[in-house]
């Protein structure tokens, strides 16, 4: 009885409380129409921010969403594509280094078919820059992962056509940096004082009037690492490959990489 | 016109604005405070897990599941909640090589996003890679300075949203930054950019006057700030060079803020600009209230970051 009670009294207060916020209701319809309409404004503004961190919870349904998708990626990330015969390190070497021997002789294997395919072209000799060598390549497996540690940037080839005056700029900025960019096909000596001894493409002088076929990427085309010599030019190609990619099809080529320093760009001191 | 008044309180590291000129109210009717609450990231990158412990600057940091339970958290709290993402949502890990943006969809939706805008880095799979993923999408894509009418992605991007909460509408547009020299034309094909001030001064009218929002926002990736390219447009420079509009959540520029910066608008009123880094590292977190009975006669708003 006294719940029934209770219940009704509930009801006729809940039937005061609806007609009461009708009525707020209807006064503020009838407030916002017989103004003008009016845009309202906020009174206060609070900002912050709030770091993602591992004290807040992990929430489980979400995790869970993510796993077979983490765990494809892991797995075909570590699947093993090649093996290498020694760690290579970027450091190791002074104007030639075995690691971006390695790359820019890929990038020539991998280049030049697709450039030959496309134009009937040959691609006459590569260059990268020895900051784009992004990790060292350990003794070991070599998995997809090493692609992406190598070259976690999205970067493409390009192929530039350069005229041999501008061969020659590409000459005295690599003696000028005097670093170890990785280059393929081009050989280079320098004397005690960087000046140029020897140079040639593909075991042939550089001709002055020939236009060279040079792959690059994309970043250095465009001016990146300072290299400028590469515009104005006769021509350029996109061959819309990834530097990764060339990576990973040509660790799957191979069995074993075993790269060392050679003589492709040196210094002779007398 | 409102006047805003500036008070830095230095000694507690926080800044309030308070409000100037009299609360003449002349409506005694019971007030009801609103809270709409705003939260947002930028420049995600495909950064679905947590930083790992030996990463050197954000060991422990992100990740998409704690993301997950912070909103869900603060969802409960306020219910008028809008979770809104400035771009770039794409490109920086392997999820993205292996999957296109799927994932990153897929998460977004079920953490409920309400609206994006559109990235450079969103065209890195070409525009053709950004319309196969948007059937992953529950959330809608909102730009109004890229004109996709040539592409695809036509009819599939808005210029903005309004969004009505607890009777507060909000109005959402999208901004994004200059393609030219930072997506190569493949990719982007036939979208064309527009003048970012010029479309804000239209949304704003559009948003103000006829959809008549209490509150506007804009999402941007023009980037923060700009200090070695005077004439280049960013989310500092739109906010002065406006008016109407009350947040700009920015991207592009991966800027850590200590707190959301007050900028005078083009009326001298003050106005929010925020960011909150990338990869999922920060979630940013903006409450607007309102009071019905206050605001007849509003002419100022305390800011308090």
Known sequence: MVCANVTKLHSKLFDLYMRFTQFIFLLNIFIFFSCKPHNLHPYKIEGQQITINDSLKTNTEIDNFIKPYRDHVVKDLDSILAYSAHTYSKSEGDFNTAIGNFMADAVYDQAYPVFKARTGKDIDMVILNHGGIRSIISKGNITTRTAFELMPFENTLVVVALKGTQIDSLISYLCKTKKAHPISKLKLSMDKDFNVIDASIKDKKIDDSKTYYVTTNDYLYNGGDNMTFFKPNDSVYDLNYKIRNVLIDYFKKVDTISPVIDDRFIQIKK | ??????????????????????????????????????????????????????????????????????????????????????????????????????????????????????????????????????????????????????????????????????????????????????????????????????IAQDMTRILKTNEKCDLIICLSHLGYNYKNETTKISDLKLAEATKDIDLIIGGHTHTFLKKPTIVKNKDGNNILVNQVGCYGINLGKIDFYFDSAKNKVANGTSIIV
Request: hydrophobic letters at 35%; zero cysteines.
């Open chain 2, 1 to 198: 016109m409102k006047r805003r008044h500036f008070i830095q309180q230095t000694s507690a590291g926080t800044a309030l604005i308070t409000l100037g000129g009299l609360s003449l109210s002349s409506f005694t009717t019971a007030s009801e405070i609103k809270k709409i609450t705003i939260l947002h990231t930028n420049d995600v990158h495909s950064h679905i897990d947590p930083f790992g412990p030996e990463d050197g600057r954000n060991a422990n940091k992100g990740g998409v599941a704690r993301r997950a339970s912070l909103i869900e958290s603060i969802r409960k709290e306020n219910p008028n909640t809008l979770l809104l993402d400035a771009g770039d949502i794409f490109q920086g890990t392997p999820y993205f090589n292996y999957y296109g943006g799927e994932l990153e969809f897929k998460l977004m939706s079920m953490l409920k996003y309400d609206a994006a805008t559109i990235g450079n880095h969103d065209f890195d799979n070409g525009i053709d890679g950004l319309f196969t993923q948007l059937p992953h999408a529950t959330f809608e894509f909102i730009s109004a300075n890229y004109d996709f009418s040539n592409t695809i992605m036509d009819s599939h991007v808005k210029p903005y949203k309004t969004f009505n909460k607890n009777g507060i509408k909000i109005g959402v547009f999208g901004l994004g930054i200059e393609l030219e020299g930072l997506v190569d034309p493949l990719l982007r094909k036939e979208t064309k950019y527009l003048d970012p001030i010029e």
